[in-house]
């Protein structure tokens, strides 16, 4: 276990350190950074005694160790466009991004799940069939159109909920969080489900999936001979193993609820970081696009590894006990 | 026979079991009557495919649908189970009657711990608390032949081997003390050195228990030393049943037959193995009147036209033209 953890962690960090790589020839490969911060009237003399003083004549590997180490510590230096430290104008959006998605990948986990067992036992019923048809919908509409549609009914139409922005927010600590006002939480709503729609049918569907080719397997039929209830065949038996293969899918899609956080913002104006990035990229504001890349890679590397983690405690076949190894 | 004044334990009549698809109606089981008395054991043999497996889950109601009982009737004690609404039969599951499949290694479920199932199948045909089931899991396990047992009941079933396993398998069938164990290929799926371990350890707990055991298989060596009564079924029909000594030694259905004349014999130097030629057709081509006419070397003219049933012959029962006087003229008998 304790050697499985190592493990993970040192691939952790190769992963990391490929994507540090990409996001730091950002500097050097998407224009001239010197051309970007300095004024047209800046002559030839000046520009190189800026870049002299930046570092950028020094060597390749030296400025990316130089890049690494500071973006271990968080800094990535100035934004362009903002002209503020890039780590606070992150740390400013990033819990409006956090709780968009945490409230997203809630409403896809707990639905999504609940809906795919409930098409899976009753296969044959009219009602698992007309969700499984809604669900097809809701895996081959874009995002951006679900979310304009949405704008559309309840915000244009019914005018009940807000079309944009995130409502009134509270400062609680270094976190600014609208879970604590009204207006906060009826300006979450149409955005979590917009995000969260796609999530909630691809883990509608794969529950489902995977329940079905449960419930054919041995050990099912073994539990109903022996007379056990459907409750506990379904619940106890069945569900438990329907997850094994649910939580890696479910985890790789929860990493990809953040990254994909960038077209539901635009969409709502959310004030988050997909929202920075997107802004960001039209005005080339390199350190926030380097940043933001290197934000949402650790958020992926940091679910498989408590995607890895979960495995353990759900599936004892990877539990490797010292002394129990298979006995006759 | 003793107990043919009891009722019998099971008794299967005309059991018909179909399987509509879209190319037409499949009769996996077709018209089989049988029975089994308290305590005996009943081995079914047949090619696969012949509708061995399908018998013993549509008697313990567990036929996967679109697979349904489409005609006769099961009675246990007496009693008609097959029409008893999904949750009464339920409770005949696993209390009543017990079922084995054929692979231990898939079983068990792989998240438990081989003491929680034993536990869980425990309590539902008890009301016995936790602590006391738990005491009684492992001394099922003991009861099975399963060293520690009181290390072993807190394992998984990943760290158990597959005859151990098979031997968990067994014990959770007979937690509830059926009177009817079902064992479906119960060691096919198990090493040969350890296939006997298992039949003998099954047949013994279950007299020990006194329970009856319907023993599918297709292993006539099984059949012959375990078995007390033999079913014989070709194409989902029967083709003969009778005590196990008369079925093996004085063969009398044809097939059945040539089922014991390929079977080896180890000591005895034949040149070559009898053989029977062609295979048994698929569900969907059954032929008209006897299915085995086509392959039968003792084919004469009622056989492709009308269907023979079951005739009793001494002890046995043969569904064979040749047995029925009128149609032979009793020549059969030789």
Redesign the interface.
């Known amino acids: 276990m304790f050697a499985f953890l190592v493990r993970r962690l040192l691939q952790s960090i190769v992963v990391m350190l490929v994507v540090g790589l990409v996001a730091f020839s950002l500097f050097n490969f998407v224009g001239d950074p010197i051309h970007n911060m300095v004024g047209q009237e800046a002559t030839t003399e000046q520009r190189e005694e800026l870049r002299e003083q930046l570092g950028l004549n020094d060597p390749f590997p030296l400025q990316f160790a130089r890049f690494v180490a500071n973006a271990a510590q968080g800094e990535f230096g100035i934004s362009y466009r903002m002209a503020r430290p890039v780590d606070v104008v992150i740390a400013e959006r990033l819990p409006a991004t956090l709780e968009l998605a945490f409230v997203s990948a809630f409403f896809a986990l707990f639905l999504g799940v609940s809906a795919g067992v409930y098409a899976a036992l009753n296969r044959y019923g009219w009602t698992s069939r007309l969700v499984m048809t809604i669900s097809l919908i809701g895996v081959s509409l874009p995002t951006f159109l679900i979310g304009i549609l949405l704008i559309w009914i309840f915000a244009v139409q019914l005018q009940w909920l807000p079309s944009f922005g995130r409502g009134d927010v509270v400062q609680v600590g270094a976190w600014r969080t609208g879970f604590l006002t009204e207006s906060g939480l009826r300006a979450l709503i149409l955005p979590a489900i917009t995000l969260g729609l796609f999530q909630l049918t691809l883990i509608m569907r794969l529950v489902r999936a995977e329940m079905l080719e449960v419930l054919r397997t041995d050990y099912i039929k073994f539990a109903r001979a022996r007379g056990l209830s459907n409750r506990a065949i379904n619940f106890g038996h069945a569900l438990k193993n329907t997850l094994v293969p649910v939580i890696t899918i479910t985890g790789l899609q929860l990493g990809s609820i953040i990254a994909f956080a960038i077209i539901t913002e635009t969409v709502f104006q959310w004030p988050g970081v997909g929202l920075l990035f997107i802004i960001a990229i039209q005005f080339v504001d390199i350190p926030v696009m380097a940043a933001y890349l290197m934000l949402i890679a650790l958020f992926f590397v940091v679910i498989n590894l408590i995607v890895d983690l979960l495995y353990y405690a759900v599936d004892p076949r990877l539990r490797v006990e010292a002394g129990s190894a298979r006995a006759h | 026979m003793s107990s043919a004044v009891k009722t019998p334990l099971l008794q299967v009549r005309n059991l018909r079991v179909e399987f509509p698809t879209r190319r037409g109606v499949l009769t996996a089981v077709d018209d089989l009557s049988f029975d089994i008395h308290e305590g005996e054991v009943l081995g079914v043999v047949g090619e696969s495919g012949a509708g061995k497996s399908m018998t013993g889950t549509a008697v313990?109601g567990?036929l996967?649908p679109p697979g349904r009982i489409a005609g006769g009737e099961v009675l246990l004690r007496g009693r008609r189970i097959d029409n008893l609404p999904y949750e009464e039969l339920?409770?005949?599951?696993?209390?009543e009657i017990?079922?084995i499949?054929?692979?231990p290694l898939?079983?068990?479920?792989?998240?438990?711990?081989v003491g929680r199932q034993l536990v869980?199948?425990i309590r539902?045909?008890s009301d016995l608390s936790e602590g006391r089931a738990k005491a009684r899991a492992v001394e099922l396990l003991a009861e099975v032949g399963i060293p520690a047992p009181e290390r072993r009941v807190n394992?998984?079933p990943?760290?158990?081997?597959g005859?151990?396993r098979q031997r968990v398998?067994i014990a959770?069938?007979l937690c509830?003390n059926p009177r009817l164990v079902i064992a479906d290929e119960p060691t096919t799926a198990l090493d040969v050195s350890i296939q006997a371990q298992i039949i003998s350890l099954l047949k013994r707990l279950c007299s020990e228990h006194g329970a009856a055991v319907m023993l599918i298989t297709h292993d006539m060596g099984v059949i012959a030393e375990t078995a007390d009564r033999v079913a014989v079924m070709y194409a989902g029909r029967l083709a003969e049943i009778g005590p196990v000594k008369d079925v093996v030694k004085h063969a009398r259905h044809p097939y059945t037959h040539g089922l014991m004349g390929s079977i080896p014999i180890v000591g005895q130097d034949l040149d070559r193995l009898t053989q029977i030629d062609g295979s048994m057709p698929r569900l969907s081509e059954i032929p008209p009147g006897c299915p085995f006419h086509p392959r039968c070397p003792r084919v004469f003219e009622p056989c492709d036209q009308e269907r023979p049933d079951p005739i009793p012959v001494e002890n046995s029962e043969v569904a064979c033209w040749l047995y029925d006087d009128k149609r032979s003229g009793g020549g059969g008998h030789g």
């Open positions: 313990i567990l996967e339920r409770r005949i599951r696993g209390k017990g079922m499949f054929q692979d898939t079983s068990l479920n792989p998240l438990y711990t869980e199948t539902t045909h394992q998984y990943h760290q158990f081997s005859g151990m398998v959770l069938a509830a």
